[in-house]
């Protein structure tokens, strides 16, 4: 063979790759088919199911499989703690060991860029399989058509046993993600750093505010401070606007009330704002950048005595400095007096619509949630990861677990923060700004991608306003409300058949 | 015999076209087509999410170009592009020429120089962030506790003053040594008998660097530019992933405002409006540094 003939065969052989890279995937098949359909009636606690004759549209499954071939389906999520990712392996594993022909694929995104994927695998054609859903692009998701009804999967898993918020519907009524596990901010302390100022933990604004000015301190007498009294994040992302929700929440103020109307701009939401800034004076001058794991590792170095923060920041420091957490106790965060609630959310899972084997992604889905497999997860960072049920949460604090049983207080006190918990993204209008009541009733808000998924999100910007270019509380909260209610009438007006679910 | 000698040619031409058929396609499938996608989205306004379209025409482009913010980040992308490009320029000359000296252990510093490039973006600015904490960096500690320059440490990237600066100093130490190679590379080319005939023309070792090495690096020197003017232009995961284009905006520049108007804001269409005008720039400063580079090979032949 000459030189000329070797070089046109190995061309050849690049364009018969381009081309099958770039073939389409077997087609979906349209067929007719009696599905079950679960019809919810907002207002009505009774599901009904009935059974439609509908066209639906197959995806391949084992038509676009090699004979005895293996199923991959990726399993989407950020839970990158080392134990974690071990039990999602020893779960994966024990699956496959029951279905042979199915393996489950961990992938790990980054926090902020599971929508920026999914997205992504949408446009082009991807399979994505089992995904967090972040709930703030969840009713998003639904519109876009991104996620498969899980309706029997909750049917055969129990409905009745989950947590308000836990199964997300969408305006159809029909489930579309199941909460694995939430999360929810409490008040982490030195109690040793308390001891010595001989100081109690507080219980009101007034008294924290006293405590974290108290507990700044110049150690050495260098004339810098060595240890600042609390820990608050002013940075550009969630870890600064959830956190600030729970100031919100607990001085009577909401964002939208339950028909989606603007009440972040009554009086009392400026007063949570105040009061955040008024904080921050006692917080480590790089406060305004920080993201979720910042304050963390202040806290775990010891150049802070007090940080909102969830459970992890207990488990990491009983692992990095036993005697240290030994000295640590965590105290429900009192930024407000008015209302009993805090900032919690649900972290979700659900199945991509697009995906080549959607009967064996929601088998799995299944799987997970059944048996000892959910609350064995849950327990790879104890008091962190909030179950979605309560039987799982008395499972969970009376297991033999090393950590439950030592820090068993501070695990219940994460758990019973969850019970005041709700998220404005998932529970629009769950503090009554009138009355200041608490109840959270499943309600999304359909424009939450666009106030709460940005960077800085509204509420970071609105404090980094305040902290970092001196604009006044009131000249950011106005800014911010402006924002929020400039995002919320755009969306209706593209929107005008648009109702809230709580009604 | 001249059909044979037309036939040859031809299906020589054809044997060609078909060798560059592979890169053509790749070509089109990996620049040609996202641009020309990114072009059309750009009159459009399109709901990242939901894909919901619906056509503005040049609404993306005019409320642009009235947006302070765009102006501001388009601002910050110069600031962080040419001092960047500039002092990379200066110090990758300087370390080139270095180690182009007969010294001891140069082997290893060649080695060693090449580090910062090697190690990925995410980890850089995992290990700078930590270094640059002010509660417990090491570069804080330094500044106050070893040195005494300073009094209190410097919240580098949390500083609306300082956070772009910091950013800048990552930009500088991760693509030095991108100039360093190509320097050095060019500088081993160079013809001895120029600096032969300067020593005879008893040149001073500042006027061998001034009238023999920088005209030979010229060349060198502008395709360098070109390229990390581009890429620094274009930089996004380190701006990103050290402050997140914050406090404030402090850092964000170009490619963090798309990231942001794309993912944050939902605004698709307004995103691919960015990047078109980000082109028009790149291509006047290409451009500009194309005609340059040709004249320099002109002179250097001449």
Known sequence: MNRKSSALLVLIVVLAIIATSCAPAAAPAVTTQVVKETVVVPGEPEVQIKEVVKTVVVEPTKAALAEGGIKVIPFLTNESDPESVAVFQQIFAEYSEQNPDVTIDLVIGGHGDIGQRVVAAASVGADLGVILVPPRDMQSFIQAGYLMPLDDVVEAIGADQFKPGALLRGDDGHVYAIAYAGGVHALWVRKDLLAKAGLEAPTTYDELLATAKALTQDTNGDGNIDIYGIGLPVGPDGATGDRFTNFVYENCGDYFDKQGNLVFNKPQVLDAVKRYVELTQYAPPDVTGWSWFDGLDAFLSGKVAMHPYGGRLGVRLETANPEMRANTGVIMLPVGEKTKAVFASYDYLSVFSGTLYPEESKNFLQFFFTGDRLARFELTVPGHLIPPTNAMADEILNSDNEYVKKYKADVETLFGAANYGATPIVFMGAVDTDTCEFNPVYNPMPWSSEIFGRTPTITAEMLQRIVVNGETPEAAWEWAYTEMERIAKEWKAAHPDWKPMAQ | ?302
């Open chain 2, 1 to 302: 015999m001249f059909a044979r000698s037309l036939g040859m040619r031809r299906g020589n031409l054809l044997f060609a076209y078909l060798m560059l058929a592979p890169a053509i396609i790749m070509l089109i499938a990996l620049n040609i087509y996202p641009f020309l996608t990114a072009f059309y989205s750009s009159f459009f306004n399109i709901h990242t999410i939901t894909r919901e379209t619906t056509w503005v025409g040049l609404e993306n482009f005019r409320s642009l170009l009235q947006s302070a913010l765009f102006w501001q980040s388009f601002g910050r992308s110069l600031l962080w592009m040419v001092p960047g490009v500039s002092i990379q320029l200066v110090l990758g000359i300087a370390i080139s020429l270095l180690l182009h000296q007969e010294l001891r252990g140069r082997w290893f510093a060649r080695g060693i120089v090449l580090f910062p490039y090697l190690v990925p973006a995410i980890v850089a600015t995992l290990v700078w962030r930590f270094m640059f904490n002010p509660l417990t960096g090491v570069i804080n500690y330094l500044l106050v506790d070893v040195l005494d320059l300073i009094d209190k440490p410097i919240a580098w990237l949390a500083d609306p003053d300082t956070a772009l600066l910091g950013v800048l100093i990552v930009g500088i130490w991760k693509y030095l040594p991108f100039m360093v190679i190509l320097f050095l590379a060019r500088l081993q080319t160079t013809p001895l008998e120029l600096y032969d005939a300067a020593k005879i023309d008893g040149a001073s070792s500042w006027q061998e660097f001034w009238y023999v090495t920088l005209p030979w690096l010229q060349p060198t020197i502008l395709v360098a530019l070109l390229l990390r003017t581009l890429w620094m232009f274009n930089e996004f995961d380190i701006t990103y992933l050290m402050a997140y284009g914050g406090p404030m905006y402090a850092t964000t520049t170009l490619p963090v405002l798309i990231r942001t108007t794309a993912f944050g804001l939902n605004q698709m269409g307004q995103a691919a409006a960015i990047s078109m005008l980000m082109v028009l720039v790149l291509f006047a400063i290409s451009f500009v540094y194309i005609r340059y580079y040709y004249r320099a090979e002109e002179q250097l032949s001449n």
